[in-house]
Antibody, heavy 117, light 110 residues
């Protein structure tokens, strides 16, 4: 059974940093492109970042470019999102999800990031 | 990377059909056949219901269908059921390893 489990969320002050993790099981991470998608409380889905199969190609939403870095450790079947210079508007539930250009098939349950002083 | 435009809400009676539009630009929806749709119930992760504009993943009822014309994609739900009442999001590949979601549509089954 495919499973994605996010962790690493929490309360952080503006300007602070967090690293999110997404542990994959039931499949080989290296076979999939992986994304982070976030959802602010009561708001819609927003695509954040992509890593291709081996991390050689990545993509970022304009709102996080230069502040967030996606990476993966295929040997550990784990995806990461390093988030720096966090702002209040980064407050959201962060999901990891699998998918290429066609669509995002498997989703985790998300990890909540709250940026507040 | 502007969000795709969806109506904030749509409604229909049980058994009827509703269509949710998703308007982008030639740089996203109009430029690629990589539009997907997601259903999200409150407190749950999104679920993929349409990919590649009009394909259904295994297990998704054929009441759900997708199409595209120019810069606008559409999701049609026929034979509305009470369980269809929830939020729906479109998403499109936007080139250069980026994607963009729509703002979401709340479907009410009257």
């Amino acid at each position: 059974e495919v499973q994605l489990v996010e962790s690493g969320g929490g309360l952080v002050q503006p300007g602070g940093s967090l690293r999110l993790s997404c542990a994959a099981s039931g499949f080989t991470l290296s076979s999939y492109w992986m994304h982070w998608v976030r959802q602010a409380p009561g708001k819609g889905l927003v695509w954040v970042s992509l890593s291709d199969n081996d991390g050689s190609n990545t993509g970022y939403a304009d709102s996080v470019k230069g502040r967030f870095t996606i990476s993966r450790d295929n040997a550990k079947n784990t995806l990461y999102l390093q988030m720096n210079s966090l702002r209040a508007d980064d407050t959201a539930l962060y999901y990891c999800t699998t998918g290429g250009s066609s669509g995002f098939e498997y989703w985790g349950q998300g990890t909540l990031v709250t940026v507040s002083s | 990377q502007s969000a795709l435009t969806q109506p904030r809400s749509v409604s229909g009676s049980p058994g009827q059909s509703v269509t949710i539009s998703c308007t982008g630009t030639s740089s996203d929806v109009g430029g690629y056949n990589y539009v997907s749709w997601y259903q999200q119930h409150p407190g749950k992760a999104p679920k993929l219901i349409i990919y590649d504009v009009s394909k259904r993943p295994s297990g998704v009822p054929d009441r759900f269908s997708g199409s595209k014309s120019g810069n606008t994609a559409s999701l049609t739900i026929s034979g509305l059921q009470a369980e269809d009442e929830t939020d729906y999001y479109c998403c499109s590949f936007a080139g250069s390893y980026t994607w963009v979601f729509g703002g979401g549509t709340k479907l009410t089954v009257l």
